[in-house]
């Protein structure tokens, strides 16, 4: 697991209805690795859904491979031949997602890499405003900031800047209002380690996630989703979990490493399946996509589908 900042991670519904509201130490660390090993085990299970997905007519007859591939048609638009098994086109949509999951796992694991210098051994999850305080350090040379005071494994404090709220007047993180407001962010952060026995101020980068459970714009999130889970119902539209969210966030960590930067035009079910109808190209980079994939991949026995009219959506960034 990366380096976690936070105390507490709090869920709450979209009722307002709170879910964990007070937590001790000890129950809030259980909360977060919880959430950490269900997204890690997405992950997993998506990699293991596009390993069953039939490459000849006989693996049709085997009910969860052509869920499998419906899910790949339907999120990534993986084309298939007159016998509805993957075409060559098809084929190489499948190793690419697939590759994509192996660098999400890097992700979670700290040993993705990438170009110039991108490694992954100074990370931090944030869940919340835990942790995080408005103010001042010693060598502070950027005014009153949003920062975590972080004791390292070896002893050492430093002060971690979250740089996004850097902006004079950034309200509590997870408290924007509804246009500015994110299930989930990945950002580059600033890390300050004070200047000892009269040593300078070091200066240092570290990639940062922060969760944000109850912005979630009308839509009900879940924590976590269980492993084989039955669904109320098939619409794959009202499927959210916080989990999910680390997920679609890690992929934006996989765009680092490769040293650009993915958007994420489409949120939600419905907006991803008509990207990669339409778009490809972009599907296959957009978060989302992947957010979903891996949460339908939790319960591989659904057919999932669309639900009928228009759905809110909880955004990430």
């Not at 709090?10 to 937590?23: F, K, R, V």
């Not at 040993?111 to 942790?131: H, M, Q």
């Not at 000892?196 to 980068?205: A, D, F, P, Y």
Request: charged share 15%; hydrophobic share 40%; proline share 4%.
């Amino acid at each position: 697991m990366w380096n976690s900042v936070f105390q507490a991670c709090s869920q709450s519904y979209s009722s307002g209805s709170a879910l964990q509201q007070s937590l001790g130490k000890l129950q809030a660390a259980m909360v977060g690795h919880a959430i950490w090993d269900n997204a890690v085990l997405m992950a997993t299970n998506a990699q293991s859904q596009i390993q069953v997905i039939p490459s000849t007519t006989s693996g049709l007859t085997n009910v969860n491979a052509r869920r499998a591939l419906a899910n790949m048609k339907l999120l990534f638009g993986a084309s298939t031949n007159i016998l509805q098994v993957p075409d060559s086109a098809g084929r190489a949509i499948i190793g690419f997602v697939n590759t994509m999951y192996t660098d999400i796992g890097k992700g979670f694991a700290k040993t993705l890499t990438g170009p110039n210098n991108f490694v992954l051994n100074n990370a931090y999850l944030y869940c919340e405003a835990a942790g995080l305080t408005l103010g001042t350090f010693p060598g502070n040379i950027v005014g009153n900031v949003w920062q975590a005071k972080v004791t390292t494994d070896n002893g050492v404090i430093v002060y971690l800047v979250l740089r996004f709220t850097a902006s004079a007047g950034y309200p509590q993180p997870c408290t924007e209002s509804s246009n500015d407001s994110y299930a989930g962010k990945t950002f580059t952060g600033t890390q300050f380690l004070p200047g000892l026995q009269g040593q300078s101020l070091v200066i240092t980068e570290f990639v940062g996630i922060i969760l944000c459970p109850k912005q979630g714009h009308g839509v009900k999130i879940l924590p976590t989703l269980a492993q084989g889970f039955t669904p109320d119902d098939q619409y794959a539209s009202k499927i959210y979990s916080t989990a999910g969210t680390l997920v679609h966030e890690i992929v934006y960590v996989v765009s680092k490493s490769r040293a650009t930067q993915w958007d994420d035009p489409a949120i939600g079910f419905d907006k991803c399946v008509s990207m990669a109808r339409k778009a490809q190209a972009a599907a296959l980079i957009n978060q989302d996509n992947y957010r979903i994939f891996a949460e339908l991949s939790m319960s591989p026995q659904t057919k999932w589908v669309a639900k009928p009219g228009k759905k809110s959506e909880a955004a990430t960034s």
